[in-house]
């Protein structure tokens, strides 16, 4: 199974931007598609970006659509997330997974998780 490790987390001003990474241990990484997912205390996980196999597709919730971009560079494995004009209520664990099927996948099973990086916007 593919491990996914996160980085680019921490702590950051209303308004402010940061770059989160997905580092995947496989080669496979390359035909799976791959999503950003969040947590907040006491609320459910939810999407936050997918983008399908070769980066063509994407999907934003709509909370996130015209700040964040989800991009992959699958010569590295990786995948980014780029957050700006970040709010208060983006504040949570973000997490990063893959899915089998490379095409955009909008249900909660079938995804492989990595750890989670914490994001904390202050007011």
């Known amino acids: 199974q593919v491990q996914l490790v996160e980085s680019g987390g921490g702590l950051v001003q209303a308004g402010g931007s940061l770059r989160l990474s997905c580092v995947a241990s496989?080669?496979?990484?390359?035909?799976?598609?791959m999503g950003w997912f969040r947590q907040a205390p006491g609320k459910e996980r939810e999407f936050v970006a997918v983008?399908?196999?070769?980066?063509?597709?994407?999907y934003y919730a709509d909370s996130v659509k015209g700040r964040f971009t989800v991009s992959r560079d699958n010569a590295k494995n990786t995948m980014y997330l780029q957050m700006n004009s970040l709010k208060p209520e983006d504040t949570a664990v973000y997490y990063c997974?893959?899915?089998?099927?490379?095409?955009?996948?909008?249900?909660?099973?079938?995804?492989?998780w990595g750890q989670g990086t914490q994001v904390t916007v202050s007011s």
């Open positions: 983008i399908n196999w070769n980066g063509d597709d994407t």
């Open positions: 496989e080669r496979t990484f390359t035909s799976y598609a």
């Open positions: 997974a893959s899915h089998w099927s490379g095409s955009i996948v909008l249900v909660h099973s079938g995804w492989a």
